[in-house]
């Protein structure tokens, strides 16, 4: 395991870093590119997405994702969500902590209060007790907000090029440009924990953004930040949903 690992003044725990948006803004490039980054310096890594990463998730993520159930009302919607946290919680992520590894996920609960609080219009407080039961306590050592602005229709566009809209996509601009905005909103409450990191531009500077905003976390990252060349690598396409869909 490389040094620098972690800030947390134990070295028992491992990383939680998740990475947090609106629709097509790129989130799962830059997973990509940061768990191949940190693996070749020696780091175990955990690449995750929400809702999902358990058999059960998996099954919930079908489930609400599927623009079949238009039925779907949004207590039903946040209970779905919640669910699916809960379970890859206590069955992957506290275990992966546990043996010390870097885990990066595709959304966690700040998506719950962008989508289902500010974009359906739940009760903001209850939403966010909701999140603290279904995540048992545990909050993300570092959270990093890929925005591509605040109109959703960019990035809308991006997420569906390769296929039909799934339930949430099939929403419409208003509800993902209020999801847009309340990812602002959320990370003007939190700045210790989040960072906005703008993705409008090439994939190497959004890439050297994410690196720049995890400094404190790995400072070796320091180092890289001024290699325009190691960054330069994001820009060949390969790193471009290899895992996470939907980035
Ligand atoms: P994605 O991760 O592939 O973008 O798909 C997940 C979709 O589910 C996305 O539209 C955001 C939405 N979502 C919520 O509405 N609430 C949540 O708590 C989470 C984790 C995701």
């Known amino acids: 395991m490389a040094s620098g690992f972690g800030q947390k003044g134990n070295d028992k725990e491992g ?5 947090e948006g609106g629709e097509g803004a790129g989130k799962s490039t830059h997973i990509n590119f940061l768990s191949e980054t940190l693996e070749e ?7 995750l997405r929400e809702p999902g990463g358990t058999s ?3 099954k919930l993520r079908e489930i609400v994702l599927d623009a079949v159930h238009q039925e779907i009302v949004a207590e039903t919607e946040l209970f779905i969500y919640e669910a699916a946290r809960a379970q890859i919680v206590a069955e992957v992520i506290k275990p992966a902590l546990a043996q010390k590894a870097v885990v990066l996920c ?4 700040d998506s719950t209060l962008a989508y289902q609080a500010f ?3 739940l009760d903001r407080d209850f939403v966010e007790r909701a999140n603290a039961f279904a995540s048992q306590g545990l909050v993300p050592d570092r959270t990093i907000v890929l925005s591509c602005g605040k109109a959703a229709r960019t990035g809308l566009e991006r997420a569906t090029k390769h296929g039909a809209a799934d339930r949430l996509e099939g929403e419409g601009e208003d509800f ?5 905005e309340a990812f602002f909103t959320i990370a003007q409450a939190c700045p210790e924990r989040i960072r906005m990191v703008e993705s409008a531009d090439l994939k190497s500077q959004t890439a050297r953004r994410v690196f720049e905003a995890l400094v404190d976390l790995f400072p070796w990252m320091g180092g890289l930040v001024a ?3 190691f960054f330069e690598k994001v820009d060949v396409g390969r790193y471009g949903n290899k895992h996470c869909d939907g980035g």
């Not at 310096?41 to 690449?47: D, S």
């Not at 993902?176 to 847009?180: D, G, Q």
């Open 15 to 19: 990383v939680f870093i998740s990475f």
């Open 41 to 47: 310096r020696g780091y175990q890594v955990l690449r």
């Open 56 to 58: 059960l998730g998996e």
């Open 106 to 109: 595709d959304r966690f609960f």
């Open 119 to 121: 974009g359906r219009g």
């Open 176 to 180: 993902h440009t209020r999801v847009n």
């Open 227 to 229: 290699d325009k060349a």
